[in-house]
T-cell receptor, first 111, second 114 residues
């Protein structure tokens, strides 16, 4: 298994819909994870961190399933402004100070 | 507070040319890194630094050099450009000595090598 994998999409959803992305990882020792958001032709920006208890920020909920080694990102009541690529970030297996970025999942929210 | 700045925004090189991509941050972050982003692939780490005077290789270091003489600056040098180095390059910084903390990215440099 690759260190981190994401469904590239694109996910095309109507405004107001709920959408979820998964990200699988291979490093079973990983404790913390991140979701970054990247708008088209822009730099990535941190969306949220994910720890064992998950995380929620408004319409965004991130959860960790350690047994199955995946993290998920749920977006409720999708807005047009949510259209972006969502990057999953996991700790690198062989290092204590580096992370690995997934290839990203593309989301388009349609009017 | 400008955050992370990168210059230039765009660059076209011919095969064999060399150049330096500039990166600076004003947040007093110890950790700085360079990534390249290619279509369909995640950001791949080129080189990183955990503080002034300390640099190390990432996943794809070949063809690139870095130095970290100050906390603020972390330039990336392409020694002899090749078409395979056509990519978008992002510089990032984070507090502490790892990238486990929130990374702040610059706006990127779009490089084309002909």
């Amino acid at each position: 298994r690759k260190e981190v994998e994401q469904d590239p999409g694109p996910f095309n959803v109507p405004e107001g819909a709920t959408v979820a992305f998964n990200c699988t990882y291979s490093n079973s020792a990983s404790q913390s994870f991140f979701w970054y958001r990247q708008d088209c032709r822009k730099e990535p920006k941190l969306l949220m961190s994910v720890y064992s208890s998950g995380n929620e920020d408004g319409r965004f909920t991130a959860q960790l399933n350690r047994a199955s080694q995946y993290i998920s990102l749920l977006i409720r009541d999708s807005k047009l402004s949510d259209s972006a690529t969502y990057l999953c970030v996991v700790p690198e297996k062989t290092s204590y100070d580096k992370v690995i970025f997934g290839p990203g999942t593309s989301l388009s929210v349609i009017p | 507070n400008a955050g992370v700045t990168q210059t230039p925004k765009f660059q076209v090189l011919k095969t064999g040319q060399s150049m330096t991509l500039q990166c600076a941050q004003d947040m007093n972050h110890e950790y700085m890194s360079w990534y390249r982003q290619d279509p369909g692939m995640g950001l791949r780490l080129i080189h990183y630094s955990v503080g002034a005077g300390i640099t190390d290789q990432g996943e794809v270091p070949n063809g690139y050099n870095v130095s970290r003489s100050t906390t603020e600056d972390f330039p990336l040098r392409l020694l002899s450009a090749a078409p395979s180095q056509t990519s978008v390059y992002f510089c990032a910084s984070s507090r502490g000595q790892s990238s486990y903390n929130e990374q702040f990215f610059g706006p990127g440099t779009r490089l084309t090598v002909l």
